[in-house]
Nanobody, 120 residues
Framework: QVQLVESGGGLVQAGGSLGLSCAAS????????MGWYRQAPGKQRELVAT???????SYGDSMKCRFTISRDNAKNMVYLQMNSLKPEDTAVYYC??????????????WGKGTLVTISS
């Protein structure tokens, strides 16, 4: 019913920048919070950043001041701009969205992830 597709991952040198995009499609009436999470090898998935439909943002502690989340409500898209990247930022980055499908139904959806690799 709802699909989230990430794009923009890749290999970047430490200190560099990378931008991720996520497009939501399907039976969408509206989207509440959207966000990005990441999972490094051997580690648990962790919060990167979230943004409400009104534009309020929150970030994981290690991402503050380096990452910026934004969204385009008209296009059902969320973005993540990552600057000053570090090798420890290497992970699979997942898009997340809390989608309202009808007045009585909705849910939390995840993308399949995009790999970000930071070389030292």
């Amino acid at each position: 019913q709802v699909q989230l597709v990430e794009s923009g991952g890749g290999l970047v040198q430490a200190g560099g920048s990378l931008g991720l995009s996520c497009a939501a499609s399907g039976s969408i009436f509206s989207i509440n919070a959207m966000g990005w999470y990441r999972q490094a090898p051997g580690k648990q998935r962790e919060l990167v950043a979230t943004i409400t439909s009104g534009g309020s943002t929150s970030y994981g502690d290690s991402m503050k001041c380096r990452f910026t989340i934004s969204r385009d409500n008209a296009k059902n898209m969320v973005y993540l701009q990552m600057n000053s990247l570090k090798p420890e930022d290497t992970a699979v980055y997942y898009c997340n969205a809390h989608v309202v499908i009808t007045a009585y139904y909705g849910g939390e959806y995840w993308g399949k992830g995009t790999l970000v690799t930071i070389s030292s």
